[in-house]
Nanobody, 116 residues
Framework: QVQLMESGGGLVQPGGSLRLSCPVSGSIFSTSVMHWHRQPSPGNEREFVAFITPDDNTYYVDSVKGRFTISRDNAKNTVYLEMSSLKPEDTGVYYC?????????WGQGTQVTVSS
């Protein structure tokens, strides 16, 4: 059974930093493309933030380029999202997901609030 569990969210002031973590149980991690998405509010759609391939190729949505860094540790079956220079518009629930073949597995999300 594949399980993902995000952590590291919280309340931070504009300009601050947070590091999100997402360990993945099961044996799929090393061959999965790992994604981060966010949902600004329950009424908004979930939006793509970044992904990282098994061989460490990365891609970011334009709004976070230069501020966010996605990385993975295959020995720990964990994907990270390092966020800096945070803005109020980065607020939302952040979800990690693992795309393995035709299957996508999602975590439960962690809340990030950027506010003074």
């Amino acid at each position: 059974q594949v399980q993902l569990m995000e952590s590291g969210g919280g309340l931070v002031q504009p300009g601050g930093s947070l590091r999100l973590s997402c360990p993945v149980s099961g044996s799929i991690f090393s061959t999965s493309v790992m994604h981060w998405h966010r949902q600004p509010s329950p009424g908004n759609e979930r939006e793509f933030v970044a992904f990282i391939t098994p061989d460490d190729n990365t891609y970011y949505v334009d709004s976070v380029k230069g501020r966010f860094t996605i990385s993975r540790d295959n020995a720990k079956n964990t994907v990270y999202l390092e966020m800096s220079s945070l803005k109020p518009e980065d607020t939302g629930v952040y979800y990690c997901s693992a795309r393995f073949g035709s299957h996508t597995y999602w975590g439960q999300g962690t809340q990030v609030t950027v506010s003074s």
